[in-house]
């Protein structure tokens, strides 16, 4: 009976702290984007000097500011470098991608990186390359 009572005293609070708040979301206006390159090999990468990096080089090619809201990389010995500005329309800018290859054994890679931005779709960046 307690339990009864309790819930019915509880349940319209918990109703009351999911309603929706009034506040309006200001949408972001939709970029556009175009890479020169979205794959680059490195070749050969020797385990002695195991770093190396390349600029996937990207222009705005929208009428809206593009931002980079963001990278995501598929492994911890890869990492991105991208604008934390609007990149204005017409204008180009780079995201640096580092392969880091330090303590791990002679492989071949291949690594993806995913670039979120306000355009309508991410884009898939990959490197690849042979650690010997």
């Keep these: 009976m307690k339990k009864i009572l309790f819930i019915i005293i509880i349940f319209p609070f918990l109703l009351s702290s999911c309603?929706?708040?009034?506040?309006?979301?200001?949408?972001?206006?939709?970029?556009?984007?175009a890479f020169n390159d979205t794959l680059y090999h490195f070749g050969d990468i020797s385990l002695d000097t195991p770093i190396d990096s390349f600029d996937f080089v990207f222009k705005n090619t929208g009428k809206?500011?593009?931002?980079?809201?963001?990278?995501?990389?598929?492994?911890?010995?890869?990492?991105?470098?991208?604008?934390?500005?609007?990149?204005?329309?017409?204008?180009?800018?780079?995201?640096?991608?580092?392969?880091?290859?330090?303590?791990?054994?002679?492989?071949?890679?291949?690594?993806?990186?995913?670039?979120?931005?306000?355009?309508p779709k991410d884009i898939i960046l990959q490197i690849e390359g042979n650690l010997k």
């Design 19 to 33: 309603k929706r708040s009034n506040r309006s979301i200001k949408r972001m206006p939709i970029a556009e984007i």
């Design 64 to 119: 809206e500011k593009l931002v980079v809201l963001g990278v995501q990389t598929s492994c911890r010995c890869t990492y991105a470098v991208y604008p934390h500005h609007p990149i204005n329309p017409g204008e180009q800018s780079y995201i640096r991608v580092t392969y880091d290859g330090r303590g791990r054994s002679a492989e071949y890679f291949r690594k993806s990186i995913k670039v979120i931005t306000n355009a």
